[in-house]
Structure formats: C-alpha cells, structure tokens
C-alpha cells in the first residue's frame, strides 16, 4: 500500500483526528493526487467534525486549482517578487542619472537623498506592473487554450 492509499484509508477511519491528519497531510503532497485521493477529499469536506472538513477543502484547492492550464499563484508571487526587484533596483540609479544630468554634476546629495525613495517606488510599480502583466499573460493563456 502506498502512501496515498494509506492517507485515503485515514481519510475513512472513524477518528477524526486521524481523518484530520490525513487532510492535512495530502495538503503538503506534492506529486499530483489520483482520482481516487481527490474523491476521497471531496467525501471529507462534508464530514461532520469541521477540522476534517475545513482541512481537505484546503487540501482539495492545493490539488485542483491547476486544472485550467492557468499557472499556480506560486510562480505568481515569484514573478511580481522579480518584477518588485527589478523595479527596486533599476528606479535608484535611473532617479540618481536624471538628477545628475540635470544638475550637471552639482546635485550629487540631492541624488543621494533620491535612491531610496526611488527604491521604494520603483518596488511599488513593479508589484503593480507584476500583477498585471501577470493577470494579462494568464487570460491570453486561458483564452488560447480555449480555442
């Protein structure tokens, strides 16, 4: 017996606690459930204790949020993460550029006073820019894979 099979045998024992552990346990698999594991978490989410129940719809999310072909929200948060750094550390020195050119080299503290505001900003848009462009390229994918 696997241990899957082991998980979907606790998932109908008669203790809940076993039961609960159980859910919990599928939570953290990370290989793709079976058929069978995913029926079983369904079953779960009507159980009477609402550990168990409240435990396998959040094993049951983990498992089936993927089916559409749309990308996890892991690879989601990791790119607005890199869109956040990107912008964190490129609006610095571009600010720093602008600044300096404009004063024609005499405004090297007020550039020095603009790097972390800059920073900040340049953190903020790519967050902004991240979730978009992120949204936008699911959609396309979503659309493509529907035709």
């Not at 203790?15 to 919990?24: G, L």
């Amino acid at each position: 017996m696997t241990d899957i099979e082991q998980l979907i045998t606790m998932l109908q024992s008669d203790n809940p606690n076993e039961r609960y552990e159980a859910s919990q346990l599928l939570s953290g698999v990370t290989q793709p459930l079976s058929q069978e594991a995913i029926n079983a978490l369904r079953t779960a989410t009507n159980d009477k204790d609402a550990r168990v129940a409240e435990a396998a719809q959040r094993a049951l999310a983990i498992h089936t949020a993927n089916k559409d072909g749309v990308q996890t929200d892991k690879n989601k948060t990791a790119y607005i993460i890199f869109c956040a750094l990107l912008g964190g550390g490129i609006a610095p020195f571009v600010s720093c550029f602008v600044i300096a050119t404009i004063t024609m080299g005499m405004g090297e503290s007020l550039a020095a006073m603009a790097v972390l505001p800059s920073a900040i900003i340049g953190i903020i848009v790519g967050v902004i820019f991240g979730n978009i462009s992120y949204d936008r390229k699911a959609a396309a994918q979503k659309q493509n894979d529907k035709d």
